[in-house]
Nanobody
Framework: QVQLQESGPDLVKPSQTLSLTCSVS??????????WSWIRQPPGKGLEWMGA???????YYSPSLKSHISISRDTSKNQFSLQLPSVTPEDTAVYYC??????????????????????WGQGTQVTVSS
């Protein structure tokens, strides 16, 4: 069973860059047929898909965040990462890494639907505050 674990800071100051890493075990991010995503949930709000990196290395971003975020992978460490620069308090959220099998994707839009994902990390609370 593929397992995911987020790591990163709990507290980030406004205007700084938030960097999170997801470590994947029992599955290769480069060879297994998964798409690896970042999803967040601000307090009192629903899940928001942020972006993904595919098993071939292609990246996909939410249109609302595309100009801001960067998702990358390190196949040697079996990790993928999120960088969100210039954070504001509105970026306070629980951040999840998640994965969806390529066999479950019928269209690109499927990537954007958090509830389609069947593998999730535990989530990490990130607070943006001075």
């Amino acid at each position: 069973q593929v397992q995911l674990q987020e790591s990163g800071p709990d507290l980030v100051k406004p205007s700084q860059t938030l960097s999170l890493t997801c470590s994947v075990s029992s599955g290769s991010i480069g060879n297994s047929y998964y798409y690896w995503s970042w999803i967040r949930q601000p307090p009192g709000k629903g899940l928001e898909w942020m972006g993904a990196v595919g098993y071939r290395g292609s990246t996909y971003y939410s249109p609302s965040l595309k100009s801001h975020i960067s998702i990358s992978r390190d196949t040697s460490k079996n990790q993928f990462s999120l960088q969100l620069p210039s954070v504001t308090p509105e970026d306070t959220a629980v951040y999840y890494c998640a994965a969806i099998g390529s066999w479950a994707i019928t269209t690109v839009q499927t990537l954007c639907v958090p509830h389609e994902y069947d593998l999730w990390g535990q989530g990490t609370q990130v607070t943006v505050s001075s």
